[in-house]
């Protein structure tokens, strides 16, 4: 059973240029949860997606980032016009129901030049 | 709002020896605590957890007492091994939250 899976797990771009992070949950789990950690920082939540639905997204800058998780194919974390400080880990996890383990993928590196 | 507090790091010990990581958190209600464990190159994994005050969580030799009354969730481990060599995350849950709080890691490196 594969665990989660992100990709790219490197993704450079530059400033203006959008970045789309895929995270494909593990099977059977329908919860996704993104997080970005910041240089010496913590992780933070961003958004909580089930199926089709966006549940939570307080932690979501207000422009330039979405996300989505169709009800075929992964999550994706999209970043329109790119600027340096959204260099960062971003992290997806998984689970099946809300109160449960998370699971964690390995993150995707964004460096933006 | 909610947040978590842990040692800064880098935390350097020698093999098979005794291992506290401070963590404080502020939360409103009554949390669910956890420690994370990222080794170099993975994404995080669950270590332990505790849910209700005065609860205790163990795994792999590492344990972790939920103190409400000092609102604390320390990490602790006997006799560490290279093996332990990590980043270790602190988080809460609030209630009826969706998202986990984390602190912002303490790197553990342990020589032989």
């Known amino acids: 059973n594969a665990g989660v899976m992100q990709n790219p797990r490197h993704l450079v771009r530059r400033r203006g240029q959008e970045a789309r992070l895929r995270c494909s949950p593990m099977?059977?789990?329908?919860?996704v949860y993104w997080y970005r950690q910041l240089p010496e920082e913590g992780l933070k939540f961003m958004v909580y997606?089930?199926?089709?639905?966006?549940?939570?997204e307080s932690g979501m800058p207000k422009e330039r980032f979405s996300a989505e998780f169709p009800k075929e194919g992964p999550s994706i974390l999209r970043i329109q016009q790119v600027v340096r400080g959204d260099s960062a880990a971003y992290f997806c996890a998984s689970t099946r129901e809300t109160d449960e383990k998370l699971f964690f993928g390995s993150g995707t590196q964004l460096s933006v030049l | 709002g909610d947040s978590v507090t842990q040692m800064e790091g880098p935390v350097t010990l020698s093999e098979e020896a005794f291992l506290t990581i401070n963590c404080t958190y502020t939360?409103?209600?009554?949390?669910?605590l956890f420690w994370y464990v990222q080794y170099p190159g993975e994404g995080l994994q669950l270590l332990l957890k505790a849910t209700k005050a005065d609860d205790k969580g163990s795994n792999k030799g590492f344990e972790a007492t939920y103190r409400k009354e000092t609102t604390s969730f320390h990490l602790e481990k006997g006799s560490v091994q290279v093996s332990d060599s990590a980043v270790y995350f602190c988080?809460?849950?609030?209630?009826?939250?969706?998202?986990?709080?984390f602190g912002k890691g303490t790197h553990l490196i342990i020589q032989p």
């Open positions: 997606l089930q199926k089709e639905n966006i549940i939570d």
């Open positions: 939360a409103t209600g009554y949390p669910s």
């Open positions: 099977k059977g789990h329908s919860h």
């Open positions: 988080a809460l849950r609030g209630g009826g939250a969706d998202g986990l709080t």
